[in-house]
């Protein structure tokens, strides 16, 4: 296993190096053509991806997990979809990001490269492997993706599509590659290939991310997961509120980017608890709420400690009743995972303070949390969402993928001393 993935990362090197060459028009025909390609295979690619479907529930999965998996004629056209936009952005290979010239004629530009080879560890969606190839492709890098057993079928499919796409357009094929997934060695083989693979990238579950962030010698961004809050401040309209939790909640809960806890402040609790508690109801939602939360919401069932630090992923949410906009920033800070926050008020004062505060990658005033997105955003998709803070913070799209280097232009000059 080992000899594979190692011999996978060479040719994801060759390839790289040719990657970083190319002019923005050759890149973003390859893009198109990949879009065009998904488009044209949409019958064996939902085939394949009902295969994953179908063993995944005889083996209980759970429905969140079942929810990523599934693609369905809009979903790959929603990828596909995907990949246009992100030929439409700017290329950032060769940005400069600064430059200057020295008193001694020396002149410096710091422009944006290509990481190289990118690595991505990932479960069951499948999108995945279609935004991860096509971000890596823009930015330059080589991709080598590790999904997982469960999207095996489905990824195999995507992955040979996108490779024909690009020997057709005379690019190395060898830019996309699908690692073994049957082992979870290959794991390992790929975030410890050092000198090989310049970053890791993994995207999942809580397990998942610790046991490559925790185990890799490659450098890694960490994706974490998403505990999201929103808080209803006393000064919030109500109504706005209202809307913006069942959004944030129901939308999609299968997603890192869904609400999994609701603070409310104690000056609107009694005129809110209950209507936000019945239209939780009303849309399936199962509500785990603290003892003042479950005093003006009848039904509702008692949060324990292990509540608040659950990313549910799934129509659940934990909710309490808080005393201030300090009480709700240190729950925040006590149980967030850094991943996105959200606050609704009409004051100013208490939304500067909430976003100055709390420290998330994303922090969210009047809005729903499900706009912490690469696409909502404007990049075209994502890698992933990044909760760290070094290199990378928030929604990871083709800037993100890249690194810097300076290049400096001299005549002849030489270091005094």
Same mark, same amino acid.
């Given at each position: 296993?080992?000899?594979?993935?190692?011999?996978?990362?060479?040719? %994801?090197?060759?390839?790289?190096?040719?990657?970083?060459?190319?002019?923005?028009?050759?890149?973003?025909?390859?893009?198109?053509?990949?879009?065009?390609?998904?488009?044209?295979?949409?019958?064996?690619?939902?085939?394949?991806?009902?295969?994953?479907?179908?063993?995944?529930?005889?083996?209980?999965?759970? =429905?969140?997990?079942?929810?990523?998996?599934?693609?369905?004629?809009?979903?790959?056209?929603?990828?596909?979809?995907?990949?246009?936009?992100?030929?439409?952005?700017?290329?950032?290979?060769?940005?400069?990001?600064?430059?200057?010239?020295?008193?001694?004629?020396?002149?410096?530009?710091?422009?944006?490269?290509?990481?190289?080879?990118?690595?991505?560890?990932?479960? @069951?969606?499948?999108?995945?492997?279609?935004?991860? +190839?096509?971000?890596?492709? $823009?930015?330059?890098?080589?991709?080598?993706?590790?999904?997982?057993?469960?999207?095996?079928?489905?990824?195999?499919?995507?992955?040979?599509?996108?490779?024909?796409?690009?020997?057709?357009?005379?690019?190395?094929?060898?830019?996309?590659?699908?690692?073994?997934?049957?082992?979870? +060695?290959?794991?390992?083989?790929?975030?410890?290939?050092?000198?090989?693979?310049?970053?890791?990238?993994?995207?999942?579950?809580?397990?998942?991310?610790?046991?490559?962030?925790?185990?890799?010698?490659?450098?890694?961004?960490?994706?974490?997961?998403?505990?999201?809050?929103?808080?209803?401040?006393?000064?919030?309209?109500?109504?706005?509120?209202?809307?913006?939790?069942?959004? =944030? $909640?129901?939308?999609?809960? =299968?997603?890192?980017?869904?609400?999994?806890?609701?603070?409310?402040?104690?000056?609107? @609790?009694?005129?809110?608890?209950?209507?936000?508690? %019945?239209?939780?109801?009303? @849309?399936?939602?199962?509500?785990?709420?603290?003892?003042?939360?479950?005093?003006?919401?009848?039904?509702?069932?008692?949060?324990?400690?292990?509540?608040?630090?659950?990313?549910?992923?799934?129509?659940?949410?934990?909710?309490?009743?808080?005393?201030?906009?300090?009480?709700?920033? +240190?729950?925040?800070?006590?149980?967030?995972?850094?991943?996105?926050?959200?606050?609704?008020?009409?004051?100013?004062?208490?939304?500067?303070?909430?976003?100055?505060?709390?420290?998330?990658?994303?922090?969210?005033?009047?809005? =729903?949390?499900?706009?912490?997105?690469?696409?909502?955003?404007?990049?075209?998709?994502?890698?992933?969402?990044?909760?760290? $803070?070094?290199? @990378?913070?928030?929604?990871?799209?083709?800037?993100?993928?890249?690194?810097? $280097?300076?290049?400096?232009?001299?005549?002849?000059?030489?270091?005094?001393?």
């Amino acid at each position: 296993m080992r000899d594979e993935v190692h011999s996978a990362a060479r040719r %994801a090197r060759v390839a790289a190096g040719a990657l970083a060459q190319l002019r923005r028009a050759e890149k973003d025909q390859a893009l198109l053509a990949m879009a065009d390609a998904l488009r044209a295979r949409v019958e064996p690619i939902l085939a394949a991806n009902a295969e994953d479907v179908r063993a995944g529930q005889d083996a209980g999965m759970t =429905s969140a997990l079942v929810d990523r998996l599934t693609l369905t004629e809009q979903r790959v056209e929603a990828i596909a979809g995907g990949l246009t936009k992100v030929a439409a952005l700017p290329d950032p290979v060769g940005e400069v990001v600064r430059g200057a010239t020295l008193a001694n004629g020396l002149a410096l530009r710091q422009v944006r490269v290509p990481m190289g080879v990118v690595g991505m560890v990932y479960e @069951a969606r499948p999108n995945v492997t279609v935004d991860a +190839a096509g971000l890596a492709l $823009k930015s330059g890098n080589a991709a080598l993706l590790r999904g997982s057993s469960s999207a095996v079928h489905t990824n195999t499919v995507l992955v040979e599509v996108m490779r024909e796409a690009l020997t057709e357009q005379g690019l190395p094929a060898d830019a996309v590659q699908l690692l073994p997934c049957e082992d979870r +060695a290959s794991v390992h083989h790929l975030i410890t290939a050092r000198g090989l693979v310049d970053l890791v990238i993994p995207r999942g579950g809580a397990g998942l991310i610790s046991s490559v962030v925790l185990g890799a010698t490659v450098p890694t961004v960490e994706t974490g997961i998403g505990n999201c809050h929103v808080y209803v401040d006393a000064g919030a309209d109500l109504d706005v509120a209202e809307r913006l939790v069942i959004n =944030s $909640k129901v939308r999609r809960p =299968s997603v890192c980017n869904a609400a999994e806890t609701l603070l409310v402040h104690a000056d609107v @609790a009694e005129r809110f608890v209950p209507s936000i508690a %019945a239209a939780l109801r009303v @849309a399936g939602v199962t509500v785990h709420g603290d003892e003042r939360f479950a005093a003006l919401a009848p039904g509702t069932l008692p949060a324990t400690e292990e509540d608040w630090d659950t990313e549910y992923l799934s129509l659940d949410i934990a909710a309490a009743v808080v005393d201030s906009l300090d009480d709700a920033i +240190a729950h925040i800070a006590e149980h967030g995972s850094q991943h996105t926050e959200a606050i609704v008020t009409t004051d100013l004062a208490a939304a500067n303070a909430f976003t100055a505060r709390v420290d998330a990658a994303a922090v969210i005033v009047n809005a =729903s949390t499900g706009f912490t997105d690469g696409e909502e955003f404007g990049m075209g998709a994502e890698i992933g969402i990044s909760t760290q $803070k070094l290199h @990378a913070r928030g929604p990871m799209g083709l800037a993100e993928l890249t690194t810097t $280097k300076w290049i400096v232009w001299g005549d002849g000059q030489v270091r005094p001393g």
